[in-house]
């Protein structure tokens, strides 16, 4: 969804009340507006400013259904749909929501009013094709598929259009989940091809292992790759994903299954996250594990120097991309403890963009380098005029931590039950900036043998890895040499 995500001032429905506050002003001073079917002040949407800030689940489940003369903003559906899941399970919701259209429809059938009932088809369309398009991963469910049809076919008699406007939705929505299916189907097979690969590693590392400068040793070329992966991985992150991570705590009356079943339909965002993992432990691999192309002799410290050298200079033209993530994760494995250790290779390393590059992400004050410089990337994002300037992929796990922190600071309902709205419009917020980078094009040249290598090459882990560093440089202090013993001694009983 590429609109702005602002808090709107949303127009009251004729059937809510609507209870308005103005600055400053508690619950207890209030004035009522009340519509035809009256509700409790503790049902109502409470306004503040001219802004939605609260209400209850009904109130807010009722503003979200269209009628003939009304219906809800774009930025209300998304910030409702994304959050809503916290207290009802889409398909929950869905059910409601259809049998509130229902309600309508019978109003104005009973009305005659072809032209009402004309507005309120269009209407209701109109919210399942954005529904469709924003959270499709929800319709993975039967359940919600059911209501969809009913509500759909029940639509498409209005008019011949209607029929016609319903049929693309459905064959969207088929699309969009064939091509998740067929993502998901390829990690499977990448994921079961790298177990089989690292266990040909451990045994006989010089049978699959390559010097990655063999590969590619242009580092535009290579940050021009993994921008590539990386934003395909982005690209089929659901919203939701963002919020099912917290419902297991805010909705503690589910049980396990039942949780599992209605909101863990992809997991696309844990998914991208191990791509993160597995591109910092990659580089690290990379560097301990590199061997000349003839020999089987372990190299030169000049030329694993020169591969340190490689990865900082592709980790700078990630930034230069906007690409953040990659360039964190590149950060992190020059970092690790089996690469850091290398002194004697790192004294052959000229280290000053290095240094450079370690500023712009230094976590102190809240990564403040790098939030600062993920505005420029938005900022010229934001003016671009081609695909390549509107490139910005965040450094994912402090986005997720960013969003993990927006849930904790303040609870999801108010003492009276409301829900709290005000929050879940920061929520949607962040979510919505996120879209907007989703739906960039990748538009470098793809390098097959590239890609494939960043996406296959096997990885060593944690002991591993320590023990191919001690293999290049042997240990020099007492805990290292500990630590070598143990290792050993662990590979031993294997």
Known sequence: MRTELSMPQT?????????????GESNGGVSTETGENELDASEALIYQDGNLVSGSLEALTQHLVPTPDYYPERT????FLLSSRLFIKPHELLEEVCKQCRLQMKL???RQDKAAEGRLGSHIVQLISEWTEVFAYDFRDERMLKHLKDITQRC?????????????IMQTLVRKLSVLDKYEHVLTKINANLTDRLRVLKTNPHAIQKDILNVCNDPVVMAQQLTHIEMERIS??????????????DVAEWDERTLFQDMKKTSNLEAYVEWFNRLSYMVATEICMVRHAASRRPVKKKHRARVIEFFIDVARECFNIGNFNSLMA????????????????WSKVDTCKFDVLEHQMDPTSNFSNYRASLMAAMHRAAGAHSDRERIVIPFFSLMVKDIYFLNETCSNKLPNGHVRFE???QLARQVTTFCTWQQVECPFERHRKVLNYLLTAPVFYEDSLH?????????????????FKTLKSQLLDQ
């Open 236 to 249: 089929h992150i659901g919203p939701e994903e963002f919020v099912q991570s917290f419902v297991s705590k």
């Open 76 to 79: 209300y559906i998304f910030a």
């Open 108 to 110: 104005t059938e009973d």
């Open 11 to 23: 127009s009251a429905r004729d059937l809510t009340t609507v209870i308005r506050l103005s600055a």
């Open 156 to 168: 498409s008699i209005i008019s011949e259009n209607l029929r016609k406007t319903v049929g693309q």
């Open 330 to 345: 590149i950060i992190a494995g020059l970092n690790m403890s089996p690469v850091a250790r290398l002194k004697k290779t």
């Open 423 to 425: 929050k879940f419009w």
């Open 467 to 483: 023990l191919v560093s001690f293999d290049c440089e042997g240990p020099d202090n007492h805990l290292e040499k500990e630590r």
